[in-house]
């Protein structure tokens, strides 16, 4: 079975500079989430989603970032316009069935913003 | 959720028995212990979780205390690829079950 893929692995943009991130989640799971990783802490919940519908975006910075999961299945996470510390890592991970079951991530995406 | 307490870093022969430690003394009665792994580059990897009863499959044990309060993930038989952070986490049901991740005990396993 395939994992989540998430593309690219690493993207370098200057700052002011808009970026978006993909991530395809494991067949048939219907919760999807990003997090956010800086360097030496875990990860961050931005957003989670249930089918198409974000349930728990409230760590999300809005002013900058947006995500959107059309027909509840793939979903993109963007940043426009960048700044220097959104420098991190974007984590995606996938859930079968709600909050309570395993959460399964991705590779991440690197971002450096220069 | 509540908050768990992890050794910042940890050193383990490989082929001997990993032992991380987690605290975790405002943990509830619904509340899971549940425990993770991020490799270097790569994105974090389940473990194991648990109530209250001890738990073992093909990776690791977890063996929580009697009141819960504290916990110890075990990788029996550690190897180079063992090397990572492991976070410990505190888990609980419904819509606020949130996976909330520390800074984790970065574990080496070493020749």
């Known amino acids: 079975e395939a994992g989540v893929v998430q593309s690219p692995r690493y993207k370098i943009i200057e700052k002011k500079q808009p970026v978006a991130f993909w991530c395809n989640p494991i067949s048939g799971h219907n919760t999807l989430y990003w997090y956010l990783q800086n360097l030496g802490q875990g990860p961050e919940l931005l957003i989670r989603y249930e089918n198409e519908e974000a349930v728990d975006d409230s760590q999300l910075p809005k002013d900058r970032f947006s995500a959107e999961r059309l027909k509840g299945v793939d979903s993109t996470l963007k940043i426009q316009p960048a700044e220097l510390g959104d420098s991190a890592v974007y984590l995606c991970?996938?859930?079968?069935?709600?909050?309570?079951?395993?959460?399964?991530f991705g590779p991440g995406t690197r971002l450096l913003v220069l | 959720d509540a908050k768990t307490t992890q050794p910042t870093s940890m050193d383990c022969a490989e082929g001997r028995a990993a032992n991380l430690p987690c605290n975790h003394s405002?943990?509830?009665?619904?509340?899971?212990v549940y425990w993770y792994r991020q490799i270097h580059s790569q994105g974090p990897q389940y473990i194991i979780h648990g109530l209250k009863n001890n738990e073992t499959n093909e990776m690791a044990s977890l063996i929580i205390t009697e009141d819960r309060k504290s916990s110890t993930l075990i990788l029996p038989h550690a190897t180079l690829r063992d090397t990572a952070v492991y976070y410990c986490i505190v888990r609980g049901t419904g819509t606020a079950s949130k996976l909330t991740f520390g800074t984790g005990t970065r574990l080496q396993v070493t020749l």
């Open positions: 405002t943990i509830s009665g619904n509340e899971y």
């Open positions: 991970a996938s859930s079968p069935v709600g909050l309570t079951e395993t959460q399964y």
